[in-house]
């Protein structure tokens, strides 16, 4: 496999696979139909990146300086625009090329520690709880910083022809641990490998997310805008924060 690479930043996720590998693949594809759920299908090696889902879902957790002061925050708008940032600012880590993260065994853990400029500490443990349909478990806690990050994801993949999708099935839930019944309910995008069998192999996000904070009244709804055939850019983004009552738009944001 040869990775895609005319002298500039790879942003776009693209690969072109040699001829050897996609003999592979359309062998593989060959004896299955669309619609089929590859956990069940075993993949070969040259697909995936060389960690686990456990260990990816800490790319979330990559930039600890967007979050660790916004539990002082008093303003609750302000708080609401923390957690979207430090949720916006995972995304950027990943794997070049089109990689997909190893389906962990059952019982398989993973566990971190951080270690701030301001000597306080964060712990990480994440635990696979079910191998068939796979679901990942994980806990993030930084208590001196009053923060608690928990969740599952249940990825869910499928061939669609030319691409394959994975279903970001789950939830994270994200609370500041000094404010009472303040929590932040998550979602993710899903992920898409497009041009598998014939083009150029480009992986993007796609579809709508959502950040709720009922106790503040606070909503975003983002949307992960898939390229088209003839116009748009892959992984470009566009939201809102909504204020929930109303249905009034605080803040827009789009980017790429």
Known sequence: MTSHDDGKENIDNTEVLDEKPRRIILGLISQIRKGTELHRISLPAFIFE????LERITDFMSHPELILRASKQENNVQRFISVVRYYLSGWHVKPKGV?????????????????????????YIAEQVSHHPPVSAYY???????????????????????SAGTMMHGETKFHFTNRPDEVYR????????????FGKV???????????????????????????????????IYGKIILISTGEALFEISGK
């Open 202 to 236: 480009v992986m993007e996000l796609g579809d709508k997310t959502t950040i709720i904070c009922e106790k503040t009244g606070l909503m975003y709804e983002m949307q992960f805008q898939t390229k088209g055939y003839f116009s748009g850019a892959y992984n470009s």
């Open 186 to 197: 998550i979602t993710m995008p899903n992920f898409y490998a497009r041009g598998i069998l």
């Open 140 to 162: 993030y806690a930084s208590p001196e910083n009053n923060i608690l990050i928990y969740g599952t994801l249940r990825p869910k993949s499928k061939f669609m022809g030319n």
């Open 50 to 53: 060389p960690r686990s889902m």
């Open 99 to 123: 990689k997909k993260s190893y389906n962990p065994i059952l019982g398989e853990f993973f566990r971190a520690r951080w270690k701030f400029h301001d000597n306080t500490n964060a712990l």
